[in-house]
């Protein structure tokens, strides 16, 4: 059989393009009730909130799932107890331990709020958000992916577990 050069250079460069086509694939949205058991997971991969006997979170504009957090008010998050969830679509007045970003409109906003408040922003990774918070959760290649922001995890003052640091894509 021939084989020419230029013909197992065509075999290379396919091989290498097929390589990198999962790492160029965008991210699609989480089911959402694995988004709901990764942050129960999650929220003990950060220091701070391990620490904490009651976690609260507040949902910016994803009605479907805080009306699946609540279901698990009262339930084990990290060491803690999820004790509060609240929903809404303008950003809160108060200080709750984690904000979970449904909509990119108000993204930037949120973590305005997550840095001013030092509380965890998580956000669903789909088309339209900038990826301004300190976790994005999605599925890459038909896994679950993590893209873990340092630079905004450092404003929000939290101290990641290595673990989340061997699994998430940084960025």
Same mark, same amino acid.
């Given at each position: 059989?021939?084989?020419?050069?230029?013909?197992?250079?065509?075999?290379?460069?396919?091989? *290498? =393009?097929?390589? /990198?086509? %999962?790492?160029?694939? #965008?991210?699609?949205? $989480? %089911?959402? !009730?694995?988004?709901?058991?990764?942050?129960?997971?999650? =929220? &003990?991969?950060?220091? +701070?909130? +391990?620490?904490?006997?009651?976690?609260?979170?507040?949902?910016?504009?994803?009605?479907?799932?805080? $009306? /699946?957090?609540?279901?698990?008010?009262? *339930?084990? *998050?990290? +060491?803690?107890?999820?004790?509060?969830?609240? !929903?809404?679509?303008?950003? %809160?007045?108060?200080?709750?331990?984690?904000?979970?970003?449904?909509?990119?409109?108000?993204?930037?906003? &949120?973590? +305005?709020?997550?840095?001013?408040?030092? =509380?965890?922003?998580?956000? #669903?990774? =789909?088309?339209?958000? !900038?990826?301004?918070?300190?976790?994005?959760?999605?599925?890459?290649?038909?896994?679950?992916? *993590? $893209?873990?922001? $340092? &630079?905004?995890?450092?404003?929000?003052?939290?101290?990641?577990?290595?673990?989340?640091?061997?699994?998430?894509?940084?960025?």
């Amino acid at each position: 059989m021939f084989h020419s050069p230029r013909i197992e250079k065509c075999k290379l460069t396919i091989i *290498f =393009v097929l390589m /990198l086509l %999962p790492l160029t694939l #965008p991210a699609e949205e $989480l %089911p959402i !009730r694995l988004q709901v058991a990764l942050i129960s997971k999650i =929220v &003990a991969m950060e220091h +701070n909130l +391990n620490k904490k006997s009651e976690i609260s979170i507040y949902v910016l504009d994803a009605p479907r799932i805080s $009306l /699946l957090l609540e279901e698990n008010i009262g *339930f084990n *998050f990290g +060491n803690g107890t999820l004790a509060v969830v609240d !929903r809404g679509n303008a950003l %809160p007045d108060k200080k709750y331990d984690v904000i979970y970003i449904g909509s990119y409109t108000q993204e930037l906003a &949120a973590t +305005n709020y997550a840095n001013k408040y030092d =509380v965890m922003s998580l956000y #669903p990774i =789909v088309a339209g958000m !900038r990826n301004k918070g300190s976790l994005g959760l999605g599925i890459k290649s038909g896994k679950p992916t *993590f $893209l873990l922001d $340092l &630079a905004q995890s450092e404003s929000e003052k939290l101290n990641w577990s290595s673990k989340i640091l061997k699994v998430a894509n940084l960025k």
